[in-house]
């Protein structure tokens, strides 16, 4: 339906020739930010009232009784659910580790939280069918979950920020919110969540479209097709600079995996766009060493390489 | 009356903000508004996500942006 309408607009409105570049640019652009912002608004709002029994705070109290290893995996998984947002990565971290929860787990959170997400669950549902949500769901949390573990046996507690030790956090008595607050704060969730997202979301989906109309097939697939075996390291390098959010990116996603790349190539490209990033590290270094910052980024980049290969792999 | 918005310097935290003051001028209420961007003290009312309110020494919310009319439900 929306297909018919995007068509419709393109084709008939705006007297655009099926098959021209333009057209089938501007067709994309068109169809995609229609179906992209309504599973948006659902997804969100659905998943907001979810989220809404999941607070930081209450995220904090379980991990904070729990080893090492189950503690990577539920941080990992904690991380879909729990509202995260990257200005409050700091007051975050520091709530964690002063609550006792080991560094390693910590980390895993850390991970887990930007990079698997309903935004990107649904999104790549939508897309791609549930399959490829599923992989991605799934290799996310095992990057986030060994990126911790790793950096929990490496013991790099003296490459916090100094200061990070010596604060107290008090325990803030937050009233239990009743359906209705729940409901109410969705809607704001969601109002603020599209507010914030729209121009990633729409920068994004012009990417797309361009890749879709105007990249030549062949020189991707040259370039960073199958056979090369760097495809997936320089996907990673290039990816983890960049800043987006999982709902800016797929719209990429789709049109270089509609231009022949495969699949464990485009997906390390999207978990280093969504998991690393320069404003994050710019963040992070408040709370971090720079070498255990360094440390960080490369155990995480590199566990997405794996993954990445892995998939090229049995795909 | 002390309120405080604490949050680290993010577009939201300063919406926050803007929201308080506005919610403080409508009800005429006498109080000050003040601004805590410092990390050891966020983290003393055990805030984790920003931004938040504090009135007078108590946390009424946090890890959200509540609306001028939530603020002034808050004030009465």
């Not at chain 1, 990992?76 to 990565?89: E, R």
């Amino acid at each position: 339906m929306l297909k018919a309408l995007a068509d419709y607009l393109v084709f008939g409105v705006f007297g655009m020739a099926p098959g021209s570049r333009l057209g089938e640019a501007l067709d994309f652009f068109v169809y995609d930010t229609m179906k992209i912002f309504l599973l948006l608004t659902t997804i969100v709002y659905v998943v907001a009232v979810i989220r809404s029994y999941f607070s930081p705070e209450r995220t904090r109290r379980i991990l904070s009784h729990k080893r090492e290893h189950v503690g990577n995996v539920l941080a990992a998984l904690l991380g879909i659910v729990t509202p995260f947002c990257s200005c409050s990565a700091v007051p975050l971290f520091i709530g964690f580790v002063e609550s006792g929860i080991p560094l390693g787990v910590t980390f895993s959170f850390l991970v887990s939280s930007p990079m698997v997400n309903e935004v990107a669950l649904i999104m790549l549902w939508g897309l791609f069918g549930w399959k490829i949500a599923l992989i991605y769901i799934g290799s996310g949390v095992a990057v986030a979950v060994v990126a911790g573990m790793v950096i929990g046996r490496l013991r790099m507690e003296r490459h916090v920020q100094d200061y990070v030790w010596e604060i107290k956090v008090g325990s803030a008595e937050l009233l239990e919110q009743t359906f209705r607050e729940k409901l109410e704060y969705a809607s704001g969730y969601t109002v603020g969540l599209l507010k914030k997202i729209w121009p990633y979301v729409i920068v994004g989906i012009g990417l797309g479209a361009f890749i879709h109309g105007y990249a030549p097939e062949d020189l991707l697939v040259r370039y960073a097709g199958r056979d090369n075996p760097l495809a997936v390291p320089m996907a990673v390098l290039i990816g983890v600079p960049l800043y987006s959010n999982a709902a800016g990116i797929i719209p990429v996603v789709q049109a270089l995996m509609e231009k022949g790349l495969p699949m464990g190539t485009v997906l390390a490209f999207m978990m280093a766009v969504t998991a690393l990033s320069l404003p994050e590290a710019v963040i992070l270094k408040n709370v971090l060493k720079t070498r255990l910052l360094c440390t960080f980024f490369g155990i995480v980049a590199a566990a997405i390489v794996v993954v990445g290969y892995m998939f090229n792999a049995i795909l | 009356m002390k309120i405080e918005v604490l949050g680290t310097g993010c577009a939201k935290c300063k919406t926050l903000y803007e929201n308080t003051k506005k919610a403080v001028e409508e009800t005429g209420t006498a109080a000050e508004v003040l601004k805590v961007e410092d990390i050891p003290t966020i983290m003393r009312y055990g805030v984790m996500s920003t931004p938040a309110l504090v009135i007078d020494g108590q946390v009424k919310f946090s890890g959200k942006v509540a609306s001028v009319v939530e603020i002034m439900g808050m004030l009465a």
